[in-house]
């Protein structure tokens, strides 16, 4: 794991509950919906477990699984959708944390087959960029782990087709920021299409912006489409 810090297990699981309990708030997860894990200094991954709200969610309901998947302490059972997180830690060795929920706006464009890729805000294109939508898959299936693998290197967040949006960072924070980041853009689009006005920002604009990128930390996120 290098020499960067990762989070105890007791600061991992206080920022998986707060993580949850924003989601919920939010109105991002309905019911049981939605799943956080982040990994640990001992190299394991601590997660959120099947069946629990994530707006009521306590630390001792946490799942603690090893990079295999394999679970070593808790008393639960870890969510079916774990398989796509921990591919997602496979392909990007740098991140900390994983975040899947279901905005109803991000969700809404997920159904429909369309992806945010119009470059409607200056931050959006700075620290979001495009955001695809990644084809059908049954929830928790090994087939869903696999559809994720060819997009998340270029982008940092996904639109899971007919089911939510996932999005990681280095910790959990850093992957909600992108989760509210995702649902803001896609009500963004919305609002644009209800006005029947699609401009985006000039292609100059948004050059002028991707300049921006290493100086923010960022290096992902593609190039969205503007207008001459």
């Given at each position: 794991?290098?020499?960067?810090?990762?989070?105890?297990?007791?600061?991992?699981?206080?920022t998986i509950v707060e993580v949850g309990r924003r989601l919920y708030e939010k109105g991002f997860v309905a019911a049981n919906d939605g799943n956080i894990s982040v990994l640990t200094a001992d190299g394991c991954i601590l997660a959120?477990?099947?069946?629990?709200?994530?707006?009521?969610?306590?630390?001792?309901?946490?799942?603690?699984?090893?990079?295999?998947?394999?679970?070593?302490?808790?008393?639960?059972?870890?969510?079916?959708?774990?398989?796509?997180?921990l591919r997602l830690y496979r392909e990007l060795?740098?991140?900390?944390?994983?975040?899947?929920?279901?905005?109803?706006?991000?969700?809404?464009?997920?159904?429909?087959?369309?992806?945010?890729d119009r470059a409607y805000t200056q931050e959006a294109v700075v620290l979001l960029g495009v955001v695809p939508v990644v084809p059908f898959a049954l929830p928790g299936s090994e087939a869903l782990?696999?559809?994720v693998a060819p997009y998340c290197?270029?982008?940092?967040?996904?639109?899971?087709?007919?089911?939510?949006?996932?999005?990681?960072?280095?910790?959990?924070?850093q992957a909600l920021y992108r989760m509210?980041?995702?649902?803001?853009?896609?009500?963004?689009?919305m609002n644009m299409r209800t006005l029947g006005v699609d401009r985006p920002l000039t292609?100059?604009?948004?050059?002028?912006?991707?300049?921006?990128r290493p100086s923010w930390g960022v290096?992902?996120?593609?190039?969205?489409?503007?207008r001459e």
């Open positions: 794991m290098g020499d960067r810090k990762y989070p105890s297990n007791r600061e991992a699981a206080e959120t477990p099947s069946g629990v709200s994530k707006g009521f969610m306590t630390e001792a309901m946490l799942v603690k699984l090893d990079p295999e998947g394999k679970v070593v302490s808790g008393k639960l059972k870890p969510s079916s959708e774990i398989k796509m997180h060795p740098e991140i900390g944390a994983v975040v899947h929920a279901h905005p109803p706006k991000a969700t809404t464009l997920a159904a429909a087959g369309i992806p945010l782990a696999e559809s290197r270029d982008y940092n967040a996904l639109l899971l087709e007919h089911h939510g949006a996932v999005t990681w960072g280095s910790d959990a924070i509210e980041s995702v649902e803001y853009n896609a009500e963004i689009y292609e100059r604009q948004i050059d002028e912006l991707l300049a921006l290096t992902a996120g593609g190039r969205p489409k503007g």
